[in-house]
């Protein structure tokens, strides 16, 4: 498997590590003071890849109970038509893309770490998304054929089966508190555990992939129940999400950083990394993106690993200030 990142990255990886944690300005100031610079595309993937808007009516607008029902109805059966053709969209955009990039250099399931040269940031979010939500597409199909405009209220608690582009905001929501509430159960069993902190004995590869499959709300919630985590489950999930976000840091560098994030992209990318999101400003998650980007950049695979670990093992508001800051000795 290729652990390196590629040749358009690595050329000025060291240049844009310095540049976000560079001692001319600091990143905090600069991410509130900056003025917003223009959405990149280089870093946004299309917004076919994102939910589309719901439109439903007000109950007030409407003066029959069943018509508001119907009406309703018909609204969601819209919503989830839209959400699939995005689906298919974002795959056709995708298939083009990989038309134009040299057959040896295309991305590959068996090498989920490899960013392919010609990739932005938007072209690698949209393969992955493209990945997530194909895998769901017939499940998901075969319910709203069945139970059309009921749809909303099965799959709200089951977001496993839903594609992105499918999920209601409500369902959005919903998850964003589980993932924040279990990520501090997750927080709080660790401390427990090992009172010692991230370098102790205690903490092991084995036990910070299991922190990291509960914290990032990666495995699902029933294992916290049962009180283990099943064999493979890391492979399944936890190395896919490592992989993806090796890439996707290097690229968020390369292709200029938080500032040219769309606010929805923004959120994605904080959730994505265990940031909590719900109550915070733009500006705030703006910074805590910054702040991961500036402490995980290293020109060393393993180095920038192991300090990926360290973050992810510790609540964002102990994150450390300063880049020189101890790591494990074990990798993710």
């Given at each position: 498997m290729n652990h390196r990142i590629p040749s358009r990255l690595c050329r000025s990886s060291c240049h844009s590590a310095l540049r976000l944690h560079g001692s001319l300005v600091p990143l905090r100031?600069?991410?509130?003071?900056a003025l917003p610079p223009p959405k990149s595309p280089l870093l946004n993937p299309p917004a076919s890849t994102r939910p589309p808007p719901l439109t439903v009516p007000?109950?007030?607008s409407v003066d029959s109970t069943f018509q508001y029902l119907f009406q309703m109805g018909k609204g969601y059966v819209r919503f989830y038509k839209d959400g699939l053709k995005g689906v298919w969209a974002s795959r056709k955009l995708l298939r083009q893309k990989l038309d134009r990039?040299?057959?040896d250099d295309r991305p590959s399931i068996w090498r989920p770490y490899h960013v392919p040269k010609t990739f932005s940031r938007a072209d690698w979010v949209l393969l992955w998304r493209v990945r997530h939500d194909m895998l769901r597409l017939p499940l998901f199909g075969l319910m709203l054929v069945?139970?059309?405009e009921f749809t909303a209220l099965v799959v709200i608690y089951v977001d496993g089966v839903v594609p992105y582009t499918c999920r209601i905001p409500k369902q959005i929501l919903t998850g964003a508190q589980r993932?924040?509430?279990r990520r501090r159960a997750a927080f709080d069993?660790?401390?427990a555990r090992c009172p010692h902190g991230?370098?102790?004995?205690r903490v092991t590869a084995d036990v910070a992939r299991t922190h990291v499959l509960r914290s990032l709300d990666l495995a699902g919630s029933i294992w916290d129940r049962l009180g283990f985590m099943p064999p493979g489950m890391?492979?399944?999930k936890g190395r896919l999400r490592m992989a993806f976000l090796e890439g996707d840091d290097a690229n968020l560098i390369e292709d200029g950083g938080p500032l040219g994030l769309e606010p929805a992209e923004l959120v994605i990318a904080c959730k994505e990394r265990g940031i909590d999101t719900l109550g915070e400003s733009e500006a705030d998650l703006m910074s805590l993106l910054g702040d991961w980007l500036r402490l995980t950049a290293a020109e060393d695979i393993a180095e920038r690993r192991r300090r990926m670990a360290t973050l992810l093992l510790t609540r964002v508001e102990n994150w450390p200030e300063h880049r020189d800051f101890a790591v494990p000795e074990w990798e993710l």
């Open positions: 100031r600069a991410h509130r003071d007000q109950r007030s990039t040299p057959r069945v139970i059309g993932a924040e509430q069993e660790l401390e991230l370098l102790s004995s890391w492979q399944v």
